[in-house]
């Protein structure tokens, strides 16, 4: 809504001098969101003044055009002499022809700045020197017009005579502040000069003049007949006004006002309804009366019924549209957009203006549906004051007297009735309670009095202290709760009222175990050299096909949405791995090319395919119902995934480059894992999308909990990514399951360590963990640690085999090892390595 | 060197010479190899002094005591020196070798690349550690929601127009009524189903808007909501709050605004905004001085909040006969762009390293 102050100050008594930013301090104090102020005008400076035409020739130019040689007295002040005029005047050339001699004129004379910073000087033009320019509106920034000059009526508003020299601002509307507020739905009143002068004069503590000053009669049938056949249509004005000039203008202050509220001037009639609306927040509709049919009724439309709204576009209406309609069928959509078949036309002589009440919610349906946000249903849809009707019915049809010379016929129609207000009770000391800052009762009733409400003090009840029953005014259908009342209390109290308090919440328990296992496996990676990112988490099924995924895997139970932000994407992600590979593009895109990415968040694996149910509201939803809704939805788990390629460490002066690859994925999910204290197993595996020889699965007690490994060739091509790169995706809510919860500290022993080397010859399909713990169950209890310190293939080791190292380290909790009982512990193991591995001691 | 057939001289003039010789050795060698010859030479057993010791022996006895006590006294004093000699001989060879194994401190070293978390999940941690601070608790609850938890339980009801297709990403089909939430504010319904009030619970999270893609709107953002439901809450202690995390993230001299607002699930509403942090307020009404930031406002709006509605507490099986409570809520990506200026919400989702990487230090 945009508001001119000057239209304000016409209903509320501004303090003198009050600028247009001052007062939205005020309104947005009150909860009003004033966007801008814009001070309209006040790019055009310097002397712009009344002139008045003294004669001109008429000169015919080479290409084409006539130009007129005009002089013009700009008043003493500014006239140059001249010889045929005493007064002296001034010469310019002007472009244009719709002016007489004698008609004041604006005049810019050099030093003048126009709209858009246009700067005026005495110029050489067609054999001239133009001495100024007479203004046409867009050079003024009050109108799109360029087809002529202004010509300004004699009189100025106050009927004082416009002489030469003076200044045009006012006459013209030339400047105001123009206050550009977005009206959150709960207060459709503010869309109105009248709602905002109210919240204005209220917070200001100045008086504020109601415009709806006509109170709403009882039925009455004498006008245009009218029937509502339809609840959503709860009152129906409609005046007739005979006899109106249709080619009548808009006087300039009308159009300037509805231009400075961001609207068009169209035609003085449909002017007048769009000024009586910007005004009242009662939106009108004018019917060429000599274009209806019978009486007007109010009703839902039929099936296959259709309208040509006034934007020329034909609509296939639907059962909840409600609709203006006459014998011939509909001729507007309620609330929403006049037809075209009875719209007001360049003929138009005699014309019905409606003044109606439409339910918010079925105009809120019609907007959406047909998708036509208008001035009408941006007010309907969120309520307009039942009362109003009458009385802006009665201003528009005044000015269309006023203005367009018309007559208001006798008789007047008001179908249907003011709906009645529901009452609420408080406690008076519910603001105060609320809002936590002190509030008396009598200030209460004071504010809401003045907001419009209806108050009704109880006697004290000794319990209770003062009740206050309620009915708010009809234009504030949002004071329905008690603490609706609260926040309008709030509101005129002021929020900067109210004092800072920290709450003191009970003790806390900290993060719980999953979100503290979040954070050590982030501080881990982030330290290990990872980089986190956050991937939007859609996909496609074209991203599993990519990855080779086969059809029966958990990936495929796919989530889609009905409504997703691109086609291409269309379902939630199973996998994080397609967005990181995603992220890999981009970067090497951009000559990142030694990447450690990861992120860690949710995938959605498909639920039931029930629907969820919608309890009612107002109470707690049964165990049922919930527990229905939690059926229903995906299964969420949180997922940690990442991916690496190009160099995990470059090439340097102290060494050269090392590649980053699967050992870098398999180290990522043994470092997260690590990070709780979990120890992952590796075990072979072969999953999309990876590398068949090259991937493992992880394993925590028991479970498979993810894959890391290189990614498949075909996969690295499919997604055009560099080369051997590798990836990791594990299940992290079980790795933080499976991670152990501290555990014991066992005694440290102070006894001697005894060493020994292994080497164990392996066939190649024996894996390292398999020989590694059968060393360990085999070294028995004594074994404090194992490790692998040597793989060598080739020499005296047979083709399809490998040599093992291993450095085991022994020692008893109780007493220093003998050589025999060492000797004893590292033969068990490697004659259990060989049971089960085959195993075989290398001969060094 | 005296040869072996000289008998050793014990009196007082030759041991004062086999000192100052000894003395003069140890001052002359330059290294600790020419130390040791010096000292085998004064003080090994064919040594002068060694010679003249064993000579003792064979003086008679009136004479032995006092060569005896003449020897001891010498054979310490060179003891003695040489023990410092080579303590300073040593002390040069350190220093030397010290210098001389010198490295180039400023040689790159690089054992792990450059991680990073991403500023958002650093940022998340940072606010939900204010508020366990203050006995809080972090609360978290599924993406993809119940509309009944995302909209009916909050008092939006069937008619809202954030419900449509044209805000709201719905999970095929529409009528299964289930949404990718909008907001966190169902992991605050969930809290109130689940645990008796008192409740101080933060709720982080990615939220959803079918929303437009430029550099201050991404559709995928996080959000950081709270709510507080106990006996006796008011909007005081909703300003409390929020004053204390502004504080905790902009700095000690950050000035907040609430502003009347509305919002279905909360009656009081407000906006809260922090003073401009650029312009500081400067440029409001100073067409001179326009500021890009606040849009010459002086103030950003940061997030909204409020009394939680009546009507929501009963939906959650809470009396609010008995229970008050406020919530708030604001996007993480906006507090982000406020705390440490990044310019464009974009680069917070195309995933290149370098924005991950460009938040430093604790201050994160």
């Known amino acids: ?844 | 060197m005296l040869g072996p057939e000289q008998p050793a001289e014990v009196s007082q003039p030759a041991v004062d010479r086999m000192v100052a010789d000894a003395l003069a050795a140890f001052a002359a060698a330059g290294s600790s190899a020419e130390l040791k010859a010096a000292r085998l030479a004064h003080t090994g057993e064919k040594s002068p002094l060694a010679l003249a010791n064993r000579a003792i022996g064979t003086l008679p006895g009136t004479e032995r005591k006092e060569a005896g006590q003449r020897l001891g006294l010498a054979r310490a004093a060179v003891q003695q020196r040489l023990a410092d000699r080579e303590g300073e001989l040593s002390a040069a060879e350190l220093a030397e070798q010290l210098v001389a194994e010198r490295i180039d401190v400023t040689l790159p070293v690089e054992i792990a690349p450059q991680g990073a978390p991403h500023p958002i999940t650093a940022l998340i941690d940072l606010m939900g550690d204010v508020f366990i601070a203050m006995g809080w608790e972090i609360a978290e609850g599924p993406q993809a929601e119940g509309e009944w938890l995302n909209f009916d339980a909050l008092n939006l009801g069937p008619d809202h127009p954030a419900r449509g297709t044209s805000d709201t990403l719905f999970v095929a089909p529409i009528d299964h009524h289930m949404v990718l939430r909008t907001h966190t504010s169902p992991v605050q319904v969930r809290t109130m189903l689940d645990r008796e009030p008192p409740i101080y619970v933060v709720c982080p999270g990615k939220v959803y808007r079918a929303d437009e893609f430029d550099a201050t709107h991404v559709p995928v953002f996080h959000q950081i909501e709270g709510l507080c439901i106990d006996k006796g809450i008011s909007l005081a202690h909703l300003k409390g709050t929020l004053d204390h995390l502004a504080k905790a993230m902009f700095g000690d001299d950050i000035e907040t605004r609430m502003r009347p607002h509305y919002f279905p699930f909360t009656e009081p509403s407000a906006e809260v905004d922090l003073q401009c942090f650029v312009c500081h307020g400067a440029s409001v009404g100073n067409p001179d001085a326009p500021c890009r930031t606040c849009k010459s406002q002086g103030w950003i709006e940061w997030g909204g909040c409020g009394v939680v509605n009546p009507r929501v507490l009963l939906s959650c099986g809470i009396d609010p006969e008995v229970y008050s409570g406020f919530a708030f809520g604001m996007g993480i990506e906006r507090t982000l762009m406020f705390r440490n200026n990044a310019a464009d919400m974009r680069d917070m989702v195309e995933g290149d390293v370098r924005f991950s990487r460009s938040l430093k230090g604790m201050a994160r």
């Open chain 1, 1 to 844: 809504m945009r508001a001119p102050l000057s239209w304000l100050a016409e209903h509320v008594d501004l303090p003198a001098g009050m600028t247009g930013r001052e007062l939205a301090e005020v309104l947005i104090r009150a909860g009003l969101e004033v966007e801008t102020v814009e001070a309209v005008g006040a790019d055009i400076s310097g002397p712009v003044v009344v002139g008045r035409i003294l004669a001109f020739v008429d000169e015919p130019q080479k290409n084409g055009k006539t130009i007129r040689w005009v002089q013009v007295d700009v008043g003493t002040e500014h006239n140059e002499p001249h010889s045929d005029y005493a007064q002296g005047c001034r010469s310019v050339v002007c472009g244009a022809h719709n002016f007489a001699v004698g008609d004041l004129v604006v005049v810019s004379l050099p030093g003048a700045v126009l709209a858009g910073g246009f700067a005026i000087a005495a110029r050489r033009t067609y054999g001239h020197v133009s001495d100024g320019m007479i203004c046409a509106e867009d050079e003024l920034g009050i109108g799109h017009d360029h087809s002529g000059i202004i010509v300004l009526p004699a009189h100025d508003g106050a009927g004082r005579a416009l002489e030469p020299g003076d200044d045009p601002a006012g006459v013209l509307h030339l400047r105001d502040d123009v206050l550009d507020i977005d009206v959150s739905p709960d207060i459709g009143y503010c869309l109105s000069i009248r709602g905002l002068a109210r919240e204005a004069g209220q917070n200001l503590g100045r008086r504020f003049t109601d415009v709806i000053d006509r109170p709403t009669p009882a039925a009455v049938a004498d006008g245009y007949p009218v029937r509502l056949d339809d609840a959503a249509c709860p009152l129906f004005v409609a005046l007739t006004v005979t006899g109106i000039h249709p080619s009548r203008p808009s006087p300039r202050w009308l159009a300037r006002r509805l231009v400075m509220a961001g609207m068009r001037s169209i035609s003085l009639a449909v002017d007048i309804t769009n000024y009586v609306m910007l005004e009242t927040g009662q939106p009108l509709h004018a019917y060429d009366a000599s274009l209806l049919n019978g009486p007007i009724v109010v009703r839902k439309a039929g099936a296959g019924e259709v309208l040509v709204t006034l934007d020329d576009v034909t609509r296939t209406l639907s059962a909840d549209d409600l609709l203006i309609t006459d014998d011939t069928g509909a001729i507007g959509l309620a609330g929403v957009m006049g037809g075209q078949s009875t719209e007001l036309r360049a003929t138009t002589t005699e014309v019905v203006v409606e003044a109606a009440n439409f339910d918010p919610v079925t105009i809120s349906h019609t907007l959406r549906r047909h998708n036509l946000p208008s001035e009408a249903s941006k007010r309907f849809h969120r309520g307009v004051d039942p009362n109003a009707a009458y009385s802006a019915a009665h201003l528009a049809a005044r000015l269309l007297v006023e203005l367009a010379g018309g007559t208001l016929a006798i008789g007047e129609t008001v179908a249907g009735e003011l709906p009645t207000m529901p009452m609420q009770t408080i406690d008076a000391g519910l603001p105060a309670a609320i809002l936590g800052v002190g509030v008396l009762a009598e200030r209460v009733v004071e504010i809401l009095r003045e907001s419009g409400c209806d108050v009704t003090v109880a006697e004290p009840d000794e319990a209770d202290g003062h009740r206050l029953a309620l009915v708010p005014p009809t234009w504030r259908p949002d004071l329905r709760d008690p603490y609706d009342y609260v926040e309008e209390v709030g509101r005129k109290v002021g929020f900067d009222q109210i004092p800072s308090v920290v709450p003191a919440a009970p003790v806390g328990r900290g993060l719980t175990r999953t979100q503290a296992g979040r954070r050590a496996i982030n501080t881990a990676l982030v330290a290990s050299g990872f980089v986190e990112l956050l991937t939007f988490p859609f996909g496609s099924a074209d991203d599993l096909d990519r990855m080779g995924v086969p059809g029966d895997d958990q990936r495929r139970a796919l989530v889609r949405l009905a409504n997703p932000l691109a086609e291409t994407q269309p379902y939630l992600r199973t996998s994080i791995l397609p967005g990181l590979f995603a992220a890999v593009n981009r970067n090497t895109s951009r000559a990142n090319d030694d990447l450690a990415l990861y992120e860690s968040g949710t995938v959605f694996l498909a639920g039931s395919g029930e629907a969820a149910p919608i309890p009612s509201v107002g109470h707690r939803p049964t165990a049922a119902e919930l527990a229905a809704i939690e059926a229903a939805l995906p299964r969420q788990p949180w997922y940690l995934a990442a991916v690496l390629c190009g160099h995990w460490r470059r090439a340097g002066w102290d060494g050269p480059a090392e590649p980053a690859g699967w050992r870098q994925a398999f180290a990522f999910a043994d470092g997260a894992a690590g990070a709780v204290g979990a120890h992952l197993e590796r075990g072979r595996a072969s999953t999309a999308p990876w590398h068949p020889g090259r991937c493992a699965e992880l394993v925590l007690g028991g479970e498979v909990i993810g894959h890391a490994g290189e990614l498949h060739p075909d996969v690295i091509r499919a997604f055009g990514l560099p080369a051997r790169t590798a990836a990791v995706e594990l299940d992290l809510d079980a790795l933080l399951r499976l991670a152990p919860d501290g555990g014991v500290i066992a005694p440290v022993s102070g006894h001697p360590v005894a060493k020994e080397d292994v080497a164990l010859v392996v066939a190649d399909s024996v894996s390292v963990a398999d020989v590694e713990r059968a060393l360990s169950d085999g070294a028995g209890e004594l074994l404090e640690s194992i490790n692998l310190f040597d793989v060598f293939t080739g020499g005296q080791v047979p083709p399809g085999h490998r040599s093992l190292a291993f450095a085991l380290r022994f020692r008893a909790s109780d007493r220093t090892l003998t050589d025999v009982e060492t000797a004893a512990a590292k033969e068990s193991a490697v004659a259990l390595a060989g049971e089960r591995c085959g195993a075989v001691l290398r001969a060094f």
